[in-house]
């Protein structure tokens, strides 16, 4: 009787690490979702807010600036959108392509680009 239980006991505490392990996986691919999101996002503005302002230079600094009355959504939507991508980086290739870098959750660095930010 003793041996029955403890081997119930052992197949039910693989049966919950297995369920842990599971629920740890899922935790893991929902943040690389809302990262790959937030990065997609944040490029897809800047590429519209740079057709508007003519240069993705001027348009990613456009947003440093406090006293910015137009696009105060966009400019938000970067901050809030950025706060996803730890330690990102952003490149604009000699091409137009706009690139958008960043560490991922098991520490290796992701990329996002859209291509030609100007037409």
């Known amino acids: 009787m003793l041996l029955e239980y403890l081997i119930a006991s052992a197949i039910g505490f693989t049966g919950m690490f297995g369920i842990l392990q599971f629920a740890a996986e899922i935790t893991a691919l929902h943040q690389q979702i809302i990262q790959a999101h937030a990065a997609a996002a ?59 870098t960043w560490r991922d959750l098991s520490g290796h660095q992701a990329t996002a680009r859209i291509g030609r930010g100007l037409p």
Do not use: Y
């Open 42 to 100: 944040v490029l897809r503005e800047w590429s519209a807010l740079a057709r508007v302002l003519g240069d993705p230079i001027v348009a990613w600094e456009f947003c440093g600036v406090a006293s910015r009355t137009h696009f105060v959504d966009t400019c938000q939507m970067f901050a809030d959108r950025l706060k996803h991508l730890p330690d990102h980086a952003i490149e604009i290739t000699s091409g137009g392509n706009l690139t958008l």
